[in-house]
């Protein structure tokens, strides 16, 4: 069992940042890859970000890629998302997400057991 809580969300304006954490319970964290996810009105949920067991491997959507950063710290049981030139369009609840295999490059939703409950993320001027 995994349980995960997110926290960092909130309002910027367009091109700002923000870091998001999740904070993971359990003894078998580093034998989950995680990922990010996020989801706005009206709109389904849609990858963002995923790393695998150790770190070595990343993933990252086309629409965030070279903006965001995802991270893990095992010895902690966090995992990050630096994101970075915020645009009006990332505004959404983003979730964490742990999966024991790395479905389709850890994008894969239906792939991952354990989710956060969300942290919301606006980009408004």
């Known amino acids: 069992q995994v349980q995960l809580v997110e926290s960092g969300g909130g309002l910027v304006q367009p091109g700002g940042s923000l870091r998001l954490s999740c904070a993971a319970s359990?003894?078998?964290?580093?034998?989950?890859?995680m990922g990010w996810f996020r989801q706005a009105p009206g709109k389904e949920r849609e990858f963002v970000a995923a790393?695998?067991?150790?770190?070595?491997?990343?993933n990252y959507a086309d629409s965030v890629k070279g903006r965001f950063t995802i991270s893990r710290y095992n010895s902690k049981k966090m995992v990050y998302l630096q994101m970075n030139s915020l645009k009006t369009e990332d505004t959404a609840v983003y979730l964490c997400?742990?999966?024991?295999?790395?479905?389709?490059?850890?994008?894969?939703?239906?792939?991952?057991?354990?989710w956060g409950q969300g942290t919301q993320v606006t980009v408004s001027s």
């Open positions: 359990g003894r078998t964290f580093s034998s989950y890859a």
């Open positions: 790393i695998s067991w150790s770190g070595g491997a990343t």
């Open positions: 997400a742990a999966t024991p295999f790395w479905p389709n490059g850890g994008s894969s939703l239906a792939g991952y057991d354990y």
